[in-house]
């Protein structure tokens, strides 16, 4: 559903290129109705909308984002954010690598179901995290994308 400020734009929109359509072009345009017309109202509307909707809603996303970055910055975990000491389950068997991305040194596979630790360390979405394969703890960074918290159900 579109938000309010959507409808609020996109109305003003439409209101300012009747405005501008009617001071701005000739009259025997608007005495029936025709595809020209029906161009200029679309698009007209589509791009006075837009662009007052992309200058509102910027201005609102400064505002949400605000929060976020007070909890950071007093010390509250930001939703995730992996918890430094936080046990996560291995989803499918895991590549910890020795730096982030695909293209990063392998230094072991992680079986599917294995405890993971996060250290709370991330970059973008790959997490830094240590975990116990064949006896030996290691410390590497793993995709997020393939780790679930240990109270999640089983898939």
Known sequence: MPSVTAIAA??????????????LSPRAWWRRANL??????IGGTALLGGSLHALFAA????????????????????????????????RDH???RADTGVDARRLAVVPAGTQVTAS?????????VSAVVNGRRLDGWASSLWLRRTDEGVE
């Open 10 to 23: 996109y109305g003003a929109g439409l209101l300012l290129t009747l405005c501008l359509a009617a001071w």
């Open 120 to 128: 709370g360390r991330r970059r973008g979405d790959w997490w830094q």
């Open 36 to 41: 020209r017309a029906a161009a200029v109202l």
């Open 59 to 90: 201005g609102s996303a400064g505002r949400t984002a605000a929060p976020a970055a007070r909890l950071a910055a007093a010390g509250t975990p930001v939703p995730g954010t992996p918890a430094a000491g936080a046990m996560y389950r291995v």
């Open 94 to 96: 895991l590549n910890l």
